[in-house]
């Protein structure tokens, strides 16, 4: 089974769009694609906006563990408070007979250090609920998706789950691929989504940030050695910036499958929860997009 991981080196770029569409071409269009889908954009999951999942199974994701303080146990020796690098554990209010000590959840990176050092005990670590991840099954198969609470980490390690319980259903279901909707950036979310993919497709747009950030993620697609395309949306809009996109990848031998122009279909398509190749397979967005389909199959 091959992976497709379809990623941005800023959000907007219209990567989850892009992926609505191929969900669709890959199940109703000729060649048929048995694929399943995971949206490893877990700090921002829209996928499903676009999808209408049914959702079948829900679990709770485990993130870090924070330190917690026991009042009746905790003596006031302050400890904790100097080994922690943190600033988590506050000191006894100023005034008032409590001497015992307290942490910051927010504060808190749960590294433990005050939970050794404590001389009687009375700090444990709690592991905190981080998020949820789902199975689903859409009109176009089945889908992976995750929610991470606010003010949560961990996001690469939730990716990680998310891919994982794809494949392995995907695997144990027959199915020949897996598309991913993977997250803006280069950080350890990226790192996870693009992990043991078959091949990328970076989703350029042709603006500053937009040039500035795809040749981040080409580096780190690079460093992994992973076959990687591009495709340029919005491409219409500036047509120099798409020039200068066209020509650093010429230049570092990287393809582009295709350029998609701007289409206020896709938009209006987001607003009423469908692919664009769904609302309006005649406007020119969805054109485009199955030109770049029809160009990547080969390739998985």
């Known amino acids: 089974m091959k992976q497709l991981v379809i990623v941005s080196g ?18 109703h269009h000729s060649p048929r694609v048995r694929a399943a889908f995971a949206d490893a954009d877990v700090d921002a999951a829209n996928l499903e ?22 009042p009746h146990r905790c003596e006031g020796c302050g400890i904790c408070h100097n080994v922690c690098r943190f600033d988590a554990v506050l000191g006894p209010p100023a005034q008032g007979d409590s001497i015992f000590y307290r ?3 927010l504060a808190c990176e749960g590294c433990a250090a005050c939970f050794y050092q404590c001389p009687v005990q009375a700090i444990r670590m709690v592991p ?19 929610a991470l609470r606010p003010a949560q980490e961990n996001s690469g390690k939730l990716v990680s789950l998310v891919k994982q319980q ?25 790192i996870s989504a693009v992990s043991g993919a078959d091949l990328v497709l970076i989703v350029a747009e042709p603006s500053v ?9 080409l580096e780190l697609t690079m460093h992994f050695h992973i076959l990687t395309l591009v495709c340029i949306n919005k491409a219409d809009i500036h047509p120099q910036g798409a020039a200068q996109i066209e020509s650093f990848c010429a230049e570092h031998d990287i393809k582009v499958v295709g350029s998609i122009p701007f289409d ?19 406007s020119p967005a969805s054109q485009h997009i199955e030109r770049i389909w029809q160009r990547l199959l080969p390739m998985l």
């Open 128 to 146: 905190q609920l981080a998020g949820q991840w789902f199975y689903s099954e859409t009109p176009y198969g089945p889908l992976f998706h995750a």
């Open 209 to 217: 940030a937009g040039i500035h950030d795809l040749h981040l993620v």
């Open 10 to 27: 800023k959000g907007g770029t219209g990567k989850t769009s892009l992926v609505a569409s191929f969900a669709h071409l890959a199940s």
């Open 166 to 190: 794809a494949l392995r259903h995907a695997e144990n279901a027959g199915y020949n691929l897996l598309i991913v909707d993977g997250p803006p950036g280069i950080g350890c979310p990226a």
């Open 264 to 282: 206020p279909s896709v938009s209006e398509a987001i607003t009423r929860g469908l692919p664009v190749t769904v609302f309006r397979p005649s």
């Open 49 to 70: 906006l676009v999808l209408a999942p049914d959702r079948r199974e829900s679990h709770e994701f485990w993130g870090k563990s924070v330190a917690e303080i026991d």
């Open 103 to 105: 942490v910051d959840p």
